[in-house]
């Protein structure tokens, strides 16, 4: 065997085909596009078109709308915060806030904030700054010894003080 004998496998490449060459290619002409108007042509097609039926997206109903004004939270619960602090991504002793999460590579991301969920259960004392939290998750970090303190949302640009 040499380098020279290396070759692919028959019919495993397949020739582009090479249209517009004249009508005795088979593909001459109009170039297997059909007749003319807008579909023979590049570039344009008429997408949702069904034959002047009203189209599908035209017949069903328009459905809910999309707040502008939407806040987005990172969320946070209890049993992930506790498995940072035995995997030592956050320090039990610090505050544990957005920037701390963000740095242990708990959060990937700050968003708007942090909100505080209560699923699982927290056997360490932590001192937790966040923008908001469920009432269960709350009682759950009073019960372990830690506290929560809640921010006030971070003010936008431009908005009154």
Do not use: C
């Not at 035209?58 to 809910?64: N, V």
């Not at 010894?145 to 009154?160: D, M, R, T, Y």
């Amino acid at each position: 065997m040499k380098l020279s004998d290396i070759a692919d496998n028959a019919g495993s490449r397949k020739k582009r085909m090479r249209v517009g060459r004249g009508i005795g290619s088979g593909k001459g002409k109009q170039s297997g596009r059909g007749g003319k108007g807008q579909t023979a042509r590049s570039g344009v097609r008429i997408k949702g078109f069904e034959g002047g039926q009203m189209p599908m997206h035209r017949r069903l109903p328009k459905r809910g709308f999309n707040n502008i004004f939407r806040v987005e939270f990172a969320e946070i619960n209890l049993d992930r915060l506790q498995e940072a602090v035995d995997a030592k991504k956050i320090d039990a002793g610090s505050v544990v806030n957005v920037e701390a999460l963000v740095k242990g590579g708990v959060l990937r991301r700050a968003k708007a904030g942090l909100r505080l969920l209560g699923r699982g259960e927290l056997k360490s004392k932590l001192n937790i700054e966040v923008h908001g939290a469920s009432k269960t998750a709350i009682a759950a970090v009073e019960k372990a010894g830690g506290s929560v303190k809640i921010l006030a949302p971070a003010k936008e640009e431009g908005e009154a003080a």
